[in-house]
């Protein structure tokens, strides 16, 4: 039986959206985190196989995941030149151990 109880490393559910109107296909946040993709208008969309969901509109693609990768989804965020993908913790695990709120 195995019991992964070790709060750090448990999975989390987040969401990791793109907003398409911002998005200007530079592609730095692929260099980052390979789970995202080039789609067919030239904009960032993600790999659908590395995703629970994704959703896509005109306005924004946003993409599920439960795993343990937020930090690589927050370091493409990060290095995001037009500040277009935004990174939320699924609701119900936004409290992380350690992360002080400023707000
Ligand atoms: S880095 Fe930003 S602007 Fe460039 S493709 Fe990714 S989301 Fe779009």
């Known amino acids: 039986m195995s019991d992964a109880t070790t709060a750090t490393s448990d999975p989390v559910g987040y969401a990791v959206t793109v907003d398409r109107d911002a998005c200007d296909g530079v592609f730095a946040c692929l260099v980052r985190d390979p789970r995202f993709v080039e789609d067919d208008d030239g904009l960032a969309g993600f790999d ?46 936004g409290e992380e151990e350690g992360e002080v709120k400023t707000e």
């Open 48 to 93: 659908p196989d590395a995703a629970e969901t994704v959703e896509r509109t005109d306005e924004r693609v946003t993409a599920t995941f439960a795993d343990d990768r937020i930090e690589e989804a927050r370091q493409a965020a990060a290095a995001c030149p037009l500040d277009a993908i935004a990174v939320a913790p699924a609701e119900g695990d």
